[in-house]
């Protein structure tokens, strides 16, 4: 009987680029980090070595944190210089610092990369991309474009990898994009600050939104978000908004369920076309179709106000401009 091989867990940061690797300019432009730290665990010589979900998901979910605590901090720094407060921006440059510091001590946003890059592989379960596939084959839209010997235009928010979508090239058009890229077939964008379309040529027939809605910083800027999305969809065929967030956030809200979500989601420009989620579940998955007249009231949405309270509810929230 064959030897058994070792394991050996390690943290996130160490699968980054040491500083002594010295890549070339042309490893640089071909290989991102995330990459090749999944390049390395799929290798099967010599002993593996992994990292665990429970360091894989504690990486995320601090990340998490620190972001929206930064965030917040800024603005509460430019409200300071706007009063002229010196004692108090004192204060609070001190605690970016400390997360400054924190975020380096884990590995930097290059961690975060990875980390979210493992925990959505197919290896873990985590590639949206095949939920979104199969519905997409369920609609018949994959057979109308092979038909008509064209492709589904797609752009895909928050990409970690460029080939999600890649066995589906023949008729998916897809155009990746990522706050923070490291790959150079995905390009960096802020997707709050992306022109709007300058005709339909330039509109999309799906927007894939996985794990991002979750990642933004504010219910403003949320909010702001689903109304860009509407914006960058076709409108003289069906378009769609695939959706895929952490299941808490809308059966664990003070500010959510899964009811007034879908509420909030008409009044958007959106109706819900399939979605897949489990009682208990981590992920829920939400197909939309945009719609030309936005319906309801949308006042309700200009604010947070607390539907469900208790000690252990989160804070996600949503508000409409």
Known sequence: MGKTKKVRKQPISAFGPGPDAGPSKSEIASKSAASTALGRLRSGSGNRTVVSRKITQSTITRFHTLLKQQANLKRNLKAGREKDRDTELQGIQRQLDSIEQEMNELGGLNAYQIASTLGQSKERGGDSSKVLVKWLEELGIKREKMAQNQKLRMLEIGALVPDNYASCSKWIDNHPIDLHSQHPDILEQDFLERP????????????????????????????????????????????????????????NSRYLTLDTFQEMMR???????????????????????????????????????????????????????
């Open 196 to 251: 709007l379309p300058s005709g339909e040529r330039d509109t999309f027939d799906v927007v894939s939104c996985s794990l991002v809605l979750n990642f933004v910083s504010s219910p403003a800027d949320r909010g702001k978000m689903l109304s860009l999305i509407h914006q960058q969809l076709r409108g003289e065929s069906p378009s769609f908004l695939f959706l895929v967030l952490p299941l808490p956030c809308l059966t």
């Open 267 to 321: 009044i958007t420009g959106f109706t819900l076309e399939k979605e897949q989620w489990k009682p208990g579940g981590k992920v829920g998955y939400w197909l939309w179709r945009k719609t030309d007249s936005i319906c309801g009231d949308s006042d309700q949405w200009r604010k947070k106000t607390v539907i469900q309270d208790g000690p252990k509810r989160n804070n996600f929230a949503v508000v409409l401009s």
